[in-house]
């Protein structure tokens, strides 16, 4: 039987363009031995949703550089709730003061990395959250 | 020297060398630029044999212009102090524009919120989340007049970061000076206005590049005839090395940008002394001292170079490379936020050693969010002991002569002409874009530094050394209220409810035949911006007829 | 969820049981068996479209353009897009999609990204079980694009009713294309991004050497210029397909084409079978080590090893 392969989508929201930080993301994750979607740029909320659940990915992450956390994190978690996709995990990285990071933390959003994280550490992280899955 | 002085240093140094070679080295695993231009221990005259002063460097002002574009540099005049800045609502930046110039600021930078970089409205379902978050929200003429209500526009000069709808954007500016009584002829600044690095790296794009290259050809032409005093274009390398590009890259990807924009300006029939002279650049100031320094240095004098000999200009204006610098902030560290302001001090300081004509310092605290008041005032105040405390002006380009920093000049302008070669083989910078060149090239500079700094082949300090564990960040952090964004959709609505609306809609109507037909834009855009038409509208006018960019992602 | 219920959710269109089904065929889990039986006498509806040409020839985009078209006319669509994965980390970057974005809301479109996970045919492993999936969901078409490296790509040709082979001025010339081996499997041909120098030449000589290579056909592929960014010969295009959709009935071919392909499939799938038994049995295994000995030391050639093998072969069970 073959390993499951751990499924990521990487997805840059709204209009902000500086994909410098997803895409090195992406590439790592790649070169981590992840299956990475990347969808580009200006990505609505259900578009993310829709793409997610049409690649049946186990996770998602966000990068948002533009201070528009507070408005497309929990709108990505609804949607996963409306769409009864909550098993689908939701992370990401960017311009994230810690006051919102703990309200996002509390509303089920996983890990926000800050810039200048290692790419290992969020390999570590993803590994980690599905260790079971993995060991299959 | 003669041949006999050349051999017997040759030996000195080989024996030199010999005497050295196993002596440990301790600092860093590799000794190389940020560019990955491999560095030795030490530079002789050997590094730059074939050196030449009045060839290569000439006199501070005199061609080619290698160690200033000013025969007094900073004896004569300062470089101009500009902080960017923007956010919120229209007071609100106001408010700071105020701040900043009873702070001894000599200019102002307007930073814009991603909505209107990308020509959205306030209103639209995109912006959510967006509006006065990034910059300051502008949708229309009203917006503009309220911020710089107070400020006379023939007393700053103004240097607007807008690309994709810089037109529009400028003749919201231009008409706010009309409304305050001063002419066009007496407005002083910049708009970015350089589409062709937003392909490349900064994504606020809006239409392909060939519309967007006739817009920015009637923004000159319009400039040229009406707005004298007006920078154009501001060629930016900065979102290129933000974008993770080496700074051989940024050297050369910005000025070939810069050499298409020139090209297709002759190619409108315009007479390149017309409009070069209203061109300008803005580079990146890294960490890499004295890279950064080498790569100011070949700008000026290749810009120089093929200003002269490729595209005939005459005028000595024409071969000035003008340049805005700001610090990288890409550099800068979440992790102790404090140490930026060192960082940021040290770019500065290349940047002034490298013979910027402005200059913004960044604020320590924005690699987690806009500037607070504080911070700003630190970075302007680094820019001000630079410049009275400690000695750094009173010498043009001291470093010149250098065996090092001649060295590295020479080497970055080496690079970048293989960059040029490559480009015009593929057929240019336009078709280069399309295929992906540059962007590909950036993307995987920026893979590289980043996989060099996890395998501590870089040390960035506070990061993958010298950390501390639980560290808590202790700056204030300013945060924009939410109800920026309300405020910002009642004032629109209201506005579209207070106009007439019919002359709005034969205006727009107006556009779009002048968008196809060859005619300049500049003139229809003004008359749908003077009757209030939205940014957002005169975009979509034009957008129907010039349709969108869609990029591919490059790896 | 238990596999019943998974199945009953797809029978009702949702559209998370279909991902979630198609994974556990990509991955070959254990309940795979018991869907592949269920979906096995649901097929046979959709109409299936390969796109195949070089990395960079615009595929990806080209669906994007034909399947917005194709909406006018069939209210759903599925694609399937192949994408290589890393032969170090085994992971993959897969990045389609970017040039579908505007696909992402319509309504009937599903799109999927499939890694090859080693397939060194051009498409992932288990593409044909996923676009089964996909036909017995109800999609009425169904487009698979393999992953464009350069090589010869033509396992698709074996999957789809209609194979559009794509290329681009720089795809470079005609014997290039040969060689390819590419030219053997189009239907249809498409020259894209039309408005770059050479694509005339390139057009003129895949003309050429179609009309050489097809003389005794019924059938003349057609090589149609497009851009597709710009939406430009994409209405040809479909119209193509049409017609060799026509072709192929009127032509009693599309269940030729069909039989044939499961034909194949049996033979390949036999064939992988009796290796498999073969090389479990344990006569068989030390037999070999044997041989391989004899031929080393140069006491029998490889072809008389080969003849004792398959003496052995009659007492495998």
């Known amino acids: 039987m073959e390993k499951k392969k751990i499924k990521i989508l990487i997805a840059k929201p709204g209009l902000d363009g500086h994909d410098r930080g997803a895409k090195v993301v992406a590439r790592g994750l790649r070169d981590a031995g992840f299956e990475v979607i990347y969808t580009g740029l200006h990505q609505t909320p259900e578009m993310i949703v829709n793409t997610a659940i049409q690649e049946d990915v186990d996770i998602i992450g966000l990068s948002i550089l533009s201070g528009a956390h507070m408005t497309i994190f929990p709108e990505v978690l609804r949607l996963l709730k409306e769409k009864g996709a909550t098993d689908i995990h939701l992370f990401g990285g960017g311009i994230i003061p810690d006051e919102d990071k703990e309200k996002l933390y509390q509303m089920g959003v996983g890990k926000l990395f800050d810039p200048g994280t290692k790419i290992s550490e969020i390999v570590e992280y993803i590994n980690n959250l599905f260790k079971e899955k993995v060991s299959e | 020297m003669s041949n006999k002085d050349w051999e017997e240093l040759e030996e000195a140094y080989k024996k030199w060398e010999e005497m050295v070679k196993d002596l440990p080295e301790c600092t860093l695993p590799s000794f190389s630029t940020i560019s990955n231009i491999p560095v030795k221990k030490v530079y002789t005259p050997l590094d730059i044999k074939n050196f030449d002063y009045l060839r290569d460097l000439g006199f501070p002002g005199e061609y080619p212009f290698t160690r200033g574009i000013r025969h007094t540099m900073y004896r004569g005049r300062l470089w101009t102090m500009r902080q960017f800045s923007g956010f919120g609502t229209a007071e609100d930046t106001n408010k700071r524009f105020k701040f900043l110039l009873s702070h001894g600021e000599t200019g102002l930078s307007v930073a814009f919120d991603y909505p209107t970089l990308l020509g959205r409205d306030s209103d639209d379902p995109m912006a959510r989340g967006e509006v006065g978050v990034c910059g300051v929200a502008i949708s229309s003429l009203r917006d503009m007049e309220i911020l710089f209500d107070g400020i006379p526009l023939d007393t700053v000069s103004t240097s607007m970061t807008i690309n994709g709808p810089a037109a529009v954007i400028w003749a919201f500016y231009l008409l706010t000076g009309e409304k305050q009584g001063v002419p066009f002829y007496k407005l002083r600044g910049t708009i970015q206005n350089d589409i062709l690095k937003e392909y490349i790296a900064q994504k606020s794009y809006i239409f392909p590049p060939e519309p967007s290259l006739r817009i920015i050809v009637d923004i000159m032409e319009f400039a040229s005839k009406e707005v004298p005093k007006w920078n154009t274009i501001s060629i930016s390398g900065y979102h290129i090395r933000e974008a993770g590009s080496t700074a051989v890259q940024e050297l050369a990807f910005t000025l070939m940008d810069g050499f298409t924009y020139v090209e297709e300006g002759i190619k409108r029939g315009l007479d390149v002394d017309t409009f070069a002279p209203r061109l300008s650049f803005f580079f990146n100031a890294h960490l890499d001292f004295f890279e950064e320094i080498a790569k100011f240095r070949a700008a000026r004098r290749i810009w120089a170079r093929e200003m002269k000999n490729r595209y005939g200009a005459k005028k000595k204006e024409s071969l000035l490379l003008r340049f805005h610098t700001q610090t990288a902030g890409c550099s800068l560290t979440a992790q102790q936020p404090e140490n930026n302001i060192i960082r940021t001090a040290y770019e500065a300081l290349a940047a002034v050693l490298g013979g910027t004509q402005s200059l913004h310092t960044n604020s320590m605290d924005e690699a987690w969010a806009l500037p607070t008041e504080k911070a700003v005032l630190i970075a302007l105040r680094t820019q001000q002991i630079l410049a009275y405390e400690i000695g750094v002006t009173n010498v043009i380009d001291p470093l010149g002569g250098s065996y090092y920093v001649e060295y590295l000049t020479n080497k970055l302008e080496e690079e970048a002409y293989r960059y040029f070669e490559k480009i015009e083989k593929m057929g240019g910078m336009v078709a280069a874009i399309k295929a992906g060149f540059p962007q590909r090239e950036i993307a995987e500079a920026a893979y590289r530094y980043q996989k060099e700094i996890e395998e501590k082949k870089r040390i960035i300090v506070g990061v993958n050394e010298f950390v501390l564990e639980n560290e808590k960040i202790e700056i204030p952090l300013l945060k924009i209220d939410p109800e920026v964004e309300r405020r910002q959709i009642e004032r629109l609505h209201k506005l579209r409810r207070e106009r007439d609306n019919i002359v709005c809609e034969r205006k727009l109507k107006e556009l779009k035949m002048a968008a196809r037909s060859n005619e300049n834009i500049m003139y229809p855009i003004l008359e749908c911006a003077r009757v209030y038409c939205t940014l957002g509208e005169i975009i979509n006018a034009l957008k129907e007829v010039f349709g969108e960019y869609k990029e591919e992602a490059f790896f | ?317």
């Open chain 3, 1 to 317: 969820m238990t596999i019943k219920e998974y199945l009953k959710k797809f029978e009702e269109g949702d559209e998370r049981a279909l991902s979630k089904i198609i994974t556990i065929i990509e991955n070959g889990y254990e309940e795979s068996k018991e869907i592949l039986e269920y979906i096995g006498k649901r097929t046979g509806k959709a109409y299936r479209i390969g796109i195949t040409g070089p990395q960079g020839s615009g595929k990806s985009t080209l669906i994007a353009k034909l399947a917005k078209r194709l909406l006018s006319k069939f209210k759903e669509i599925g694609i399937i897009a192949c994408d290589p994965s890393s032969p170090f980390s085994f992971g993959a970057l897969l990045g389609d999609r970017i040039r579908m974005n505007e696909l992402f809301l319509e309504k009937g479109i599903f799109i999927r990204s499939m890694a090859t996970r080693g397939s060194l045919n051009g498409l992932a492993y288990k593409t044909k079980e996923v676009a089964d999936i996909l036909d017995a969901f109800g999609k009425e078409i169904i487009i698979i694009e393999t992953i464009g490296v350069g090589q010869v790509e033509v396992e698709i040709s074996n999957l789809v009713d209609t194979t559009i082979v794509v290329f681009v001025p720089e795809s470079g010339d005609g014997i290039q294309v040969l060689k390819a081996g590419l030219t053997e499997i189009g239907d249809i041909f498409v020259v894209n991004k039309s408005d770059r120098i050479g694509a005339d030449i390139l057009f003129y000589e895949l003309k050429n050497l179609i009309e050489m290579s097809y003389q005794n056909s019924k059938w003349k592929p057609p090589v149609i210029l497009t851009q597709a960014v710009n939406n430009y010969g994409i209405e040809e295009l479909e119209k193509e397909i049409i017609n060799h959709y026509n072709y192929l009935i009127e032509n009693n071919l599309l269940e030729e084409k069909r039989k044939k392909a499961v034909i194949r499939e049996l033979v390949n799938n036999f064939e992988n079978e009796i290796l498999k038994i073969l090389w479990q049995s344990e006569r068989v295994k030390k037999l070999f080590e044997k041989v391989v000995e004899e031929v080393w030391e140069k006491k029998i050639t490889i072809e008389e090893g080969v003849k004792k093998l398959i003496k052995e072969v009659k007492y495998v069970k």
